[in-house]
């Protein structure tokens, strides 16, 4: 009798497990096959739409090969190159700049017109030919510089270029953030998956465990509980000397952690807080090499460096309205699209209308959000450090050319200042002022190098007021 149930219940458990088991096969397998058809796929719809890198690929290879439909028999691929040395400063082929965008122009006007018009457009504007005066006060009253030196080939040329039908590009914008949310979000699928897999195994594991233990009951084995061993905490609180040296421990380094929490109170470094304007200085300093003083240029000779204001972007920005990145960084950080609408918000601030390229007269200025910010109490002066000591702006700023996001590179503390005046030597050759005093310090100290210190820059009242 007993060995029959035994069979029975043998036989009734093999047949739970493989049952398990292949339930969890299955279940995994639903949940894995989705998964890996999410990796198959991405790549698929990377290519099919050809956002990021295709587009950008896409027009130029096509620049060399398509055929000019009215430009006649100019080379489109040299026009290029005469439209970017020549033309490019003032006209877009899609948008409004400084000229009006130029793509199909060579069908607006009769060729023989359009030789004198590039040639030179305000002779052809005095003449009265009502076309240009026409186009002459449409535009603000823009004179076009007058291009003598093009020869009409050259002409043919250009106007090839701008009659070159515009690249088809399906998802013109949005296309690169597509494909950062598209691979994102598969990659958190992948995971998601990978987590449920992970969860069923452990089912699985579980319920195997669950089954052998009812097997291991049905044949009569018997599991030895566990031994009841002295505590180990029992044994700790009864040893004094334990006790003693972990609070002695703990003391010692809660007041370590306390000094240290209390030494970074109002100490800034590293931070880095969300600008109004996302402003790239990695972007301007680094890959476009602007000078850090065309913006901050009272660092020379003031106390403070200051921000620019908004007219000293659009020196630049009246021309730059579209990030194209086209510096040989790679932009990881964020999209071109994200750039370009960062510079819609400088237009937005000083109220330029990049359309009719005027200003309309709505400003809404913008709000950095300070950074450095010395005590009231600590006197600080740039021109002092910049021009005088011939300090460099990284010295103190940190490597500012590499950073995307503008942060507060140093610790600002006091001791930060005075190690800095113990380890410099004082930049004598050059300066009249040093060179006197420099002979008689140097004597007094006995050594030919002075430092800051010796100047007398660590004294209290030189920074404290
Ligand atoms: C200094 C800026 C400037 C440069 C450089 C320049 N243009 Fe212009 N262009 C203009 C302006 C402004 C207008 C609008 C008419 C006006 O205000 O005189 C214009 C108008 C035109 C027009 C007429 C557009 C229309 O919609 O009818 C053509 C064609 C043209 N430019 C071609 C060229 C070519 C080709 C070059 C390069 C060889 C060039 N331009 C360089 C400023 C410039
Ligand atoms: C094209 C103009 C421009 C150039 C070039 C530029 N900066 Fe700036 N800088 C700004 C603007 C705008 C801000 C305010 C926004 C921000 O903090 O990112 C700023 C902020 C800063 C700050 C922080 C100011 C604060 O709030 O405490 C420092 C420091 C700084 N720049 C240093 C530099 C150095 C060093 C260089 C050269 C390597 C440089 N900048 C080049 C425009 C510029
Ligand atoms: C000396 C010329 C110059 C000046 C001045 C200048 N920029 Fe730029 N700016 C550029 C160039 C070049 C680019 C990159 C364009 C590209 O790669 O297509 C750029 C890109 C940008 C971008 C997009 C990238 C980014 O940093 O987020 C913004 C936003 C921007 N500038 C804002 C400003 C602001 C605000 C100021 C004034 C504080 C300013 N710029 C001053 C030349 C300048
Ligand atoms: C000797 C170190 C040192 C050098 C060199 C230095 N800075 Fe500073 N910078 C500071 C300190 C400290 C502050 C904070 C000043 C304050 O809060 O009063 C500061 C603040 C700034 C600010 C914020 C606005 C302001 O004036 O308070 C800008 C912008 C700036 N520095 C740019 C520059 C540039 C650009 C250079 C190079 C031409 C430069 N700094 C060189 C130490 C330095
Ligand atoms: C990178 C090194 C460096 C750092 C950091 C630095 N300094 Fe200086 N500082 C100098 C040098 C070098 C001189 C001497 C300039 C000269 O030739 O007069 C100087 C001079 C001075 C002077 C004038 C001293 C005199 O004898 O007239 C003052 C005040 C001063 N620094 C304040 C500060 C303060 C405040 C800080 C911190 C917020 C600071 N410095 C950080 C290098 C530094
Ligand atoms: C080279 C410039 C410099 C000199 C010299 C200097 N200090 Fe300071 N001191 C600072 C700066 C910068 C701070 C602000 C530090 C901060 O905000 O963390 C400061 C802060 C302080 C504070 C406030 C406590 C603190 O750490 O924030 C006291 C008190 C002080 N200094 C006393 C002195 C005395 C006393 C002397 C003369 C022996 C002296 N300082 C010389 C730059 C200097």
């Known amino acids: 009798m007993s060995i029959i149930i035994f069979n029975m219940k043998k036989v009734g458990n093999h047949t739970s497990i493989s049952r398990i088991l292949l339930f969890c096969l299955a279940v995994s397998l639903t949940f894995s096959l989705p998964s890996f058809a999410q990796e198959k796929s991405s790549p698929g719809t990377m290519t099919a739409p050809a956002p990021g890198d295709a587009t950008t690929v896409a027009p130029t290879a096509g620049a060399e090969t398509a055929a000019a439909p009215s430009g006649g028999a100019g080379d489109a691929a040299k026009g290029k190159e005469l439209f970017n040395t020549n033309c490019a400063s003032c006209h877009k082929l899609d948008a409004r700049s400084t000229g009006p965008a130029l793509r199909g122009v060579a069908d607006k006007h009769d060729r023989q017109w359009m030789y004198k018009w590039i040639h030179n457009s305000s002779e052809l504007i005095k003449s009265g030919d009502p076309e240009a005066v026409k186009l002459f006060t449409e535009n603000n009253n823009v004179t076009m510089t007058a291009f003598p030196q093009l020869s009409e080939a050259d002409i043919d040329n250009i106007l090839a270029y701008t009659s070159e039908v515009a690249p088809k590009v399906e998802t013109p914008t949005g296309g690169q953030v597509a494909q950062g949310g598209g691979s994102g979000a598969s990659e958190t699928l992948i995971l998601g998956a990978l987590a449920l897999v992970l969860v069923v195994l452990i089912v699985m594991l579980v319920l195997v465990n669950k089954t052998l233990r009812k097997v291991a009951a049905a044949n009569g084995v018997v599991y030895p509980e566990k031994a009841p061993g002295i505590s180990v905490w029992k044994a700790y609180a009864k040893n004094q000397f334990l006790v003693l040296v972990t609070a002695i421990l703990l003391l010692l380094a809660s007041s370590y952690f306390l000094y240290g929490w209390l030494m970074q109170v109002g100490v800034d470094q590293d931070y880095a807080p969300v600008q109004p304007i996302h402003f790239s200085h990695k972007i301007h300093a680094g890959d476009n090499g602007i000078d850090c003083k065309y913006c901050h240029s009272a660092a020379r000779v003031s106390k403070n460096s200051?921000?620019?204001?908004?007219?000293?972007?659009?020196?630049?920005?009246?021309?730059?309205?579209?990030?194209?990145?086209?510096?040989?960084?790679?932009?990881?950080?964020?999209?071109?699209?994200?750039?370009?609408?960062?510079?819609?918000?400088?237009?937005?601030?000083?109220?330029?209308?990049?359309?009719?390229?005027?200003?309309?007269?709505?400003?809404?200025?913008?709000?950095?959000?300070?950074?450095?910010?010395?005590?009231?109490?600590?006197?600080?002066?740039?021109?002092?450090?910049?021009?005088?000591?011939?300090?460099?702006?990284?010295?103190?700023?940190?490597?500012?050319?590499?950073?995307?996001?503008?942060?507060?590179?140093?610790?600002?503390?006091?001791?930060?200042?005075?190690?800095?005046?113990?380890?410099?030597?004082?930049?004598?050759?050059?300066?009249?002022?040093?060179?006197?005093?420099?002979?008689?310090?140097?004597?007094?100290?006995?050594?030919?190098?002075?430092?800051?210190?010796?100047?007398?820059?660590?004294?209290?009242?030189?920074?404290?007021?």
């Not at 609408?341 to 709505?362: R, S, V």
């Open 306 to 465: 200051g921000i620019p204001s908004l007219n000293v972007c659009m020196n630049c920005h009246k021309n730059i309205a579209e990030f194209t990145g086209d510096k040989d960084s790679v932009y990881v950080d964020h999209s071109k699209e994200f750039y370009t609408a960062e510079i819609q918000k400088l237009y937005n601030a000083t109220g330029w209308d990049k359309t009719t390229q005027k200003y309309t007269g709505k400003t809404s200025p913008v709000k950095w959000v300070r950074i450095h910010n010395l005590p009231d109490f600590v006197y600080f002066n740039h021109s002092q450090h910049v021009s005088v000591a011939g300090v460099e702006c990284q010295k103190c700023h940190g490597p500012v050319e590499t950073f995307e996001v503008m942060k507060q590179f140093s610790p600002l503390t006091m001791g930060w200042c005075v190690n800095c005046h113990r380890e410099t030597d004082v930049k004598v050759e050059g300066n009249a002022y040093y060179e006197k005093i420099h002979s008689e310090l140097a004597k007094k100290f006995g050594k030919q190098k002075l430092t800051a210190a010796d100047m007398g820059a660590t004294e209290c009242g030189k920074c404290h007021y």
